[in-house]
T-cell receptor, first 113, second 109 residues
Framework: DAGVTQSPTHLIKTRGQQVTLRCSPKSGHDTVSWYQQALGQGPQFIFQYYEEEERQRGNFPDRFSGHQFPNYSSELNVNALLLGDSALYLC????????????FGEGSRLTVL | SQQGEEDPQALSIQEGENATMNCSYKTSINNLQWYRQNSGRGLVHLILIRSNEREKHSGRLRVTLDTSKKSSSLLITASRAADTASYFCATDSSYKLIFGSGTRLLVRP
């Protein structure tokens, strides 16, 4: 039973560029949440996708956008990268509308130069 | 903004000792969860306690919840070097979890 998988694991971009991160949820899960974790901080909620719709959004600018596909996988897109976007981006999957246990991937480490 | 705040921010103990971490939060909750994160890796769920529960055990973990004080504690008994990690509490809020800033635990062999 595959857990949550994320790609790429590491990437380096320069300011102004755009990045796409990908996530495949745990088998049987239909909800994907994205978190940003700066060094030494706790994860900050970006947004959540359920039934291919953005259900909840955290306090992040419109440069951050996402998508969920019919197979429940998801993408996180960040446009016009800033130095401050450097962080570990975590994808978490769960089942349905409840706020029970989240299953996390290993994350995508983004460095913006 | 972060709902939960852990205390202490960092904790260093000897192997075999117990480790206690505390979490305070601000608004009413349905449940509170604790997660563990090894350096730079994904988070792993440890335990979930519902708002109508006061204490819960899982192996060497003991979690308490005091909704009147809006606080929770995580106790790790008989710690091991492998318990070295960051520990986060998370509270539910409208379909999402809000994480605290974490406690960094170092268990010295």
């Amino acid at each position: 039973d595959a857990g949550v998988t994320q790609s790429p694991t590491h990437l380096i971009k320069t300011r102004g560029q755009q990045v796409t991160l990908r996530c495949s949820p745990k088998s049987g899960h239909d909800t994907v949440s994205w978190y940003q974790q700066a060094l030494g901080q706790g994860p900050q909620f970006i947004f959540q996708y359920y039934e291919e719709e953005e259900r909840q959004r955290g306090n992040f600018p419109d440069r951050f956008s996402g998508h969920q596909f019919p197979n429940y996988s998801s993408e996180l897109n960040v446009n016009a990268l800033l130095l401050g976007d450097s962080a570990l981006y975590l994808c978490a999957s769960s089942l349905g509308a409840n706020t029970g246990e989240l299953f996390f991937g290993e994350g995508s480490r983004l460095t913006v130069l | 903004s972060q709902q939960g705040e852990e205390d202490p921010q960092a904790l260093s103990i000897q192997e075999g000792e117990n480790a206690t971490m505390n979490c305070s939060y601000k608004t009413s909750i349905n449940n509170l969860q604790w997660y563990r994160q090894n350096s730079g890796r994904g988070l792993v769920h440890l335990i979930l306690i519902r708002s109508n529960e006061r204490e819960k055990h899982s192996g060497r973990l003991r979690v308490t919840l005091d909704t009147s004080k809006k606080s929770s504690s995580l106790l790790i008994t008989a710690s091991r070097a492998a318990d070295t990690a960051s520990y986060f509490c998370a509270t539910d809020s409208s379909y999402k979890l809000i994480f605290g800033s974490g406690t960094r635990l170092l268990v010295r062999p």
